[in-house]
């Protein structure tokens, strides 16, 4: 059903993460040889978010577009307050507007992160209006918060034919090779390195073509065969972001992400999208793993360096993010998704000022099929999408982190297919944003990463890699993403 001003809409829905006998395996405390190995923490900027066909679906419009400030029908104007559907004037904000109830909504599929199309009415100020949507479905533009992302933009209208999208399963590109024999691949790599000289395509088909844990088996069997550590070897043999590319291919998932978290509030000034990606997007396990693997690796907390680095309403936030805790029921309570959107709404647009603590309770605990089901009640309820509820109500990285959650809830790989168009839109590269999703992701969901770029982008991820970088680096990473 449509609103007045708000073209109804969907953030393009792809459940499924991650799938079956694809958890992360978490290597007991001391076997990571080598923290020390690795590049320097500090430094390097971890900035924002960047293709394969989709038949059957539609395509993103250019990026851009949004209204100008102030432009959403039903935004407040200077002086006065808004006016809600069902609110007579003089009532006030006292209690969310009567609507449509929340009748049968259909419970996902059993993989985890399960869900179907999201009706979520987008704020108005796209020209035309709903008109100019095939029956008025627009999907939903993920409304990031300039302020906190300030090269992080949002997605574009969309129109999306969800009638023929397949099953909710994920996959990576990257799958274990057959006849996988660790110690034949060391030899190779030990010969690529040997010498004047480095055949990095050799290296190229070994890494590419290898699982994780597979890259594990290959470093312990080059230090057996040749006493010597592979990481070492390779850090001396290559260098700039090939080198980074590598050497995190190599890390346990575990460890990068840990790594990563480390890096990016060690030193001056605090990398929060970071902490973003990795907090607000991973599962209970793979946290849990995180904050182990930190401890034992780094000799900190995690939690206590999170509270060091960030303060207010995100710190509370990311400490709720890092417990690991969130309800991972795939089925979804229909009443509780009423009542959640009843209570958000009371917390936010339903009074003056902003109940944060009710926004942090509902969106740290409840399951993402949950969420999702939270979200298209409130947009029946409120006459108006959650994301943009939360972009009126917050701001800087709590509003991101916010966001994403409720992004993740929506479409997983959509949030992340717009962190990796971001990372290489305009002039230069954010490198290690690049690497970072491109590796974490080659045995998830990449597959469907690269097809929601190709949709939101009209164009592959792997031609916009192409264009964007050069070298070894592009072959690598062209090699990973299965271009």
């Known amino acids: 059903m449509s609103y007045p001003g708000y073209p109804p809409t969907g953030y393009p829905p ?7 006998g694809q958890e992360s395996s978490f290597p007991p405390p001391g076997q990571y040889p080598y923290p020390s190995g690795f590049p320097p ?12 066909g989709y038949p059957g679906a539609g395509g993103y419009p250019a990026p851009g577009g949004y209204p100008a400030p102030g432009g959403y029908p039903g935004a407040p104007q200077p002086g006065g307050a808004p006016s809600y559907p069902g609110v007579l004037p003089g009532q006030g904000f006292g209690a969310p507007p009567g609507g449509a109830g929340f009748s049968g909504y259909p419970q996902p599929p059993s993989q985890s992160y399960g869900g179907g199309p999201a009706q979520v009415p987008v704020p108005g100020g796209f020209p035309g209006g709903p008109s100019q949507y095939p029956g008025g479905q627009t999907p939903y533009p993920s409304q990031i918060s300039t302020e906190s992302f300030p090269s992080y933009p949002v997605f574009s209208p ?3 034919d969800y009638s023929s999208e397949p099953a909710a399963v994920t996959q990576g590109t990257i799958r274990p090779a057959a ?20 055949d990095e395509q050799a290296i190229i088909d070994v890494v590419a073509n290898r699982s994780n844990d597979q890259r594990q088996n290959i470093k312990a069997a080059f230090k057996t065969m040749y006493g010597k550590d592979l990481i070492k070897d390779l850090k001396s043999e290559l260098s700039g972001n090939m080198e980074e ?5 190599f890390m346990p998932s575990t460890y990068y992400d840990a790594w990563s978290l480390r890096n990016a509030m060690k030193g001056a000034g605090t990398q929060e999208r970071v902490l973003i990606e990795i907090l607000c997007t991973r599962t209970n396990q793979e946290i849990r793993e995180i904050v182990r693997c930190y401890q034992s690796e780094f000799g900190r907390d995690l939690e206590k360096d999170i509270r060091s680095d960030t303060s207010g309403h995100f710190e509370r ?6 417990q690991g805790n969130r309800d991972e029921n795939q089925n979804v309570n229909p009443q509780l998704a009423q009542e959640d959107a009843q209570r958000l709404y009371q917390a936010g647009e339903g009074r003056l000022g902003t109940d944060e603590s009710c926004f942090n309770m509902i969106l740290a605990t409840r399951s993402f099929p949950q969420l999702k089901a939270t979200i298209e009640a409130y947009s029946r309820m409120a006459n108006r999408d959650l994301l943009s509820s939360v972009g009126r109500e917050f701001s800087g990285n709590v509003e991101s982190g916010l966001k994403t959650i409720l992004q993740c809830a929506l479409n997983r790989p959509a949030f992340f297919a717009e962190r990796l168009y971001y990372s290489m839109k305009g002039a230069g590269t954010d490198d290690s944003t690049l690497v970072r999703i491109v590796v974490t992701r ?22 916009m890699i192409a264009s964007d970088t050069s070298g070894d680096y592009r072959r690598l990473l062209l090699a990973i993403v299965g271009q």
């Open 317 to 322: 936030l990311l400490v709720s993010m890092c």
């Open 158 to 160: 969309i129109s999306l």
């Open 245 to 249: 590319l590598i050497l995190a291919l």
């Open 41 to 52: 923490m500090g430094g390097g900027a971890y900035p924002p978010a960047p293709s394969s």
């Open 442 to 463: 080659s045995e998830i969901d990449l597959v469907q990463i690269k097809q929601m770029f190709s949709q939101m982008y009209q164009k592959t991820l792997g031609t």
């Open 179 to 198: 006849n996988f024999d660790a110690m034949r691949d060391a030899e190779i790599l030990r010969k690529a390195m040997k010498g004047f000289g480095t």
């Open 14 to 20: 792809f459940p499924g993460y991650p799938p079956a």
